[in-house]
């Protein structure tokens, strides 16, 4: 298949977004398939197309290119009327699918993936409707709640209407200040006072007009990978120090990952179920991964939802995939299997 893969863009997440695309275009090529890789924002000057997908292809050339246009954004996103770099929707619409490795605003939002079902382009992931539910952790909560899937109890608040009082909220420190719709944990804080719970708001408030506040789970941390309708096996994430925030996530050694995660079997199946259950109520298609806390009697809360969570072979998907098996690249083939069907 002619798969263009398609990263980068004006996110937060930009650089892990371009690790993920670079990654999967090398693994969807180990399996024969001629993928390129695009920066969405940035776009491709030159294209040669008597062959847009070429059978030889330097991805790490590409991965560079799409790195030269991180310090021109600023300028960019100025100038430009189009959210879409040049050559990109034509080239999209000569691929038979498109992999989606962005991550964050503009990607996961659900605004890429209505612009392109107007387009007719096939993608992979989830659609629109469901992407943009997922993106905001405030509705996230009410359709987890609607849907019987225990989640933190929370409130979402405007920048302009803080409750600078935890009391008014019903609530007790320590609690968890979070940007609505922020990804990679970034703009996520642990307030334990009124002080750090004021710095919060205000550190948050600065990346987004809404933020998330909810009680605090004390306990383990898990993720649930959903592709297809099967849930995979459970992965625990034990950060060496503080909670799995962004430098966690991203700086090697920081972070103890294991899998299948050391659970009761009725454990295992009941937060497996959670995570089938949280997918379903989002509508959720092709792939996604719901992260879990749990507390030391057991009590379970599904957090958020990921509609294009991190893919590098060390991501946390991949490590599960790989305790049912499968490695890198056969997973990359088989989330454009599952999200083909969208298509059929």
Known sequence: MNILVLAGGTSTERSISIVTGTEVCKALRQKGHPAILADIF?????????????ERYDVDAASAYMRAFDEKLGDLEKTRKSFFGPNILRLCQLADIVFLGLHGANGEDGRVQAAFDLLGI???????????????KGI????????????????????????????ELGMDFPVVVKTCCGGSSVGVYIARDA????????????????????????????????VDGQAYPVIEIAPLVGFYDY???????????????????????????????????????AYCRL??????????????ANTLPGMTPTSLIPQEAAALGMDFPTLCEELVRVSMKKYA
């Open 195 to 226: 002080a750090e719970y004021e710095k919060a708001l205000e550190d948050a408030g600065a990346y987004e007009d809404q933020v998330v506040v909810e009680e605090y789970i004390q306990g383990r941390e898990f993720s649930v990978a959903v």
């Open 247 to 285: 430098k966690n996530k991203y700086q090697a050694g920081s972070t103890v990952e294991t899998c299948p995660a050391e659970l009761s079997p009725e454990q295992t199946e009941r937060m497996q179920a959670f995570a089938r259950k949280g997918a379903r109520a989002l509508g959720l298609e």
């Open 42 to 54: 940035g776009g491709l000057e030159t294209v040669n197309w008597e062959e847009p997908f070429p």
């Open 291 to 304: 992260d879990f806390m749990m507390r030391e009697n057991g009590e379970m809360f599904c957090l958020e």
């Open 140 to 167: 996230t909560k009410k359709f987890f709640a609607m849907g019987g899937v225990p989640t933190p109890r929370g409130v979402t608040m405007s920048r302009d209407s803080f409750v600078r009082d935890i009391r």
């Open 122 to 136: 096939r993608y992979t992931g989830t659609g629109y409707l469901s992407s943009a539910l997922a993106m905001d």
